[in-house]
């Protein structure tokens, strides 16, 4: 078992903090951190849509650069893909000899993409949740897990240093276990890919095809194959396979526990170990990197072409719907 941390030496983080960002994670890290009481400054583009909402919501913004010098810690929770551009242009230049750096992901430091001098501290923070979750979880008395780890101890006390923000940001009231920028970065995405969004999808998807293909009405496949997920994955969040196939009727357990590694097949397997592979190899990275410097050539087409899939149509048929008839109930809003 993982060692679990509970708490941070608040009093590290006696020096100012910027927080470069304003959008999911960056309001929910800035907010939090001034509840805890500790110096927050949020740094943002010159006309960037999140300054107003920021000094709405009672907090000092500038400038990035200007953000950055003077600070103790600079926490980077930009989109990943403008990191590089941003470290490079405004945090470099005006980072304090011996200040640290801080980020939610470890992509841009894995990859190489991002490399601070030697006398900066490189540590992360994860909370493992969207930002609005990390906000309402600290509001409500809660938190949120975080993951932590060190890139770079040039103070000797970085970890200490990345659970002290930790429990700043109120992960440490959820838990926050200790990995490496290695792990955290290489899991993320092979759980992205494999699981969570591509190899669930995917698998809707051809479900959905399979049924269609051969006659079934669309509105009872889209049904059977997407909506009804979440119910399922409801049952897993709240106690585990065991618990959701309690809920399910025994010739649903029987398919499920007979079928699943049929269609999940040592095929499968095999896929997912080499996308794991292309992770750690880095070549994903550099696909990714050059996907980004041509300006997203791939990602534009993918995206026009999933938004022309007939489960779109379908889907907002059923949920346009559900919401005058209340066929589907509140399982519909899955797009919130
Ligand atoms: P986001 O897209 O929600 O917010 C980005 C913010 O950066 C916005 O305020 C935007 O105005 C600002 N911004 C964009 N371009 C800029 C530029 N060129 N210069 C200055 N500011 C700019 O980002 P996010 O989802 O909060 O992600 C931030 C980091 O947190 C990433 O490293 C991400 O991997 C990580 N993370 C995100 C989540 C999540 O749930 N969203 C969870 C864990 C970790
Ligand atoms: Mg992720």
Aim: hydrophobic residues 40%.
């Amino acid at each position: 078992m993982a060692t679990v941390y509970r708490d941070g030496n608040l009093d590290l983080l006696s020096g100012r903090v910027a927080v470069l960002g304003y959008g999911s994670q960056g309001h929910a890290h800035a907010l939090n951190l001034r509840d805890s009481g500790v110096d927050v400054e949020v740094g943002l583009r010159e006309g960037s849509p999140s300054w107003a909402p920021a000094e709405e919501a009672g907090l000092t913004v500038r400038t990035v650069s200007e953000a950055v010098r003077g600070a103790q810690l600079v926490a980077v929770l930009l989109p990943d893909h403008v990191q590089k551009g941003v470290y490079e242009r405004d945090v470099a230049p005006n980072l304090e000899p011996d200040a640290a750096v801080l980020f939610a992901h470890g992509f841009n430091v894995h990859f190489g993409q991002i490399r601070p001098e030697p006398g900066h501290d490189v540590i992360m923070v994860a909370p493992k949740g969207p930002g609005h979750r990390v906000r309402q979880l600290f509001e409500a008395g809660a938190g949120t897990p975080g993951l932590v780890a060190v890139a770079q101890d040039a103070s000797g006390g970085a970890f200490d240093l990345a659970l002290a923000y930790g429990a700043a940001i109120g992960c440490g009231r959820a838990g926050m276990l200790e990995t490496t920028f290695a792990e955290e970065t290489e899991s993320d995405l092979f759980g992205e890919q494999a699981v969570l969004c591509g190899g669930v999808c995917a698998l809707m998807q051809a479900g959905f095809e399979t049924l269609v293909d051969a006659g079934y009405q669309p509105e009872i496949a889209y049904y059977e194959c997407i909506n009804e997920l979440k119910l399922i994955v409801d049952l897993i969040y709240e106690g585990g396979f065991t618990h959701m196939r309690d809920s399910i009727s025994d010739v649903a357990e029987y398919g499920d526990l007979t079928r699943g590694p049929v269609v999940v097949d040592e095929h499968v397997r095999t896929t997912m170990k080499r996308l794991l592979e292309d992770i750690r190899n880095g070549s994903f990275a550099r696909e990714l990197i050059a996907e980004e410097e041509d300006g997203r050539p791939r990602l534009t087409a993918l995206r026009r072409m999933a938004a022309r899939h007939p489960v779109e149509s379908v889907g907002a048929e059923l949920r346009e719907l559900a919401g005058r008839e209340g066929l589907l109930g509140a399982e519909a809003h899955v797009r919130s």
